[in-house]
């Protein structure tokens, strides 16, 4: 069975950074999209970022942009967002997602209803 844990949410100020990590198990993370999502209070799920193992297969939401970093650590079936110059609209729960690549569509990365697999979500607060 595939599991997705995150961690490294948090309280941070704007301008800082965090990083979160999504820990996968059941599954080998080489033949899997992972995708970050991300929900604010009454606001709808927003598609963060995706990487995948074909080759230009990472990207990000124009919001995050510049700001954000994905990387994957096949060794430790992890996947990570590394998250600079936080600004308080970044405020949400952000959760990891994942999805065979054989059903994965670069077009509709940010998609949620293609990813198969959830993780529980971790809670980001930018504030001063």
């Known amino acids: 069975q595939v599991q997705l844990v995150e961690s490294g949410g948090g309280l941070v100020q704007p301008g800082g950074s965090l990083r979160l990590s999504c820990a996968v198990s059941?599954?080998?993370?080489?033949?899997?999209?992972i995708g970050w999502f991300r929900q604010a209070p009454g606001k709808e799920r927003e598609g963060v970022s995706c990487?995948?193992?074909?080759?230009?297969?990472?990207l990000y939401a124009d919001s995050v942009k510049g700001r954000f970093t994905i990387s994957r650590d096949n060794a430790k079936n992890t996947v990570y967002l590394q998250m600079n110059s936080l600004k308080p609209e970044d405020t949400a729960v952000y959760y990891c997602a994942a999805v065979s690549t054989l059903s994965f569509v670069l077009t509709g990365w940010a998609t949620g209803g293609m990813y198969r697999y959830w993780g529980q979500g971790a809670q980001v607060t930018v504030s001063s």
């Open positions: 059941g599954c080998t993370l080489d033949y899997y999209a």
């Open positions: 990487i995948s193992s074909c080759p230009g297969c990472t």
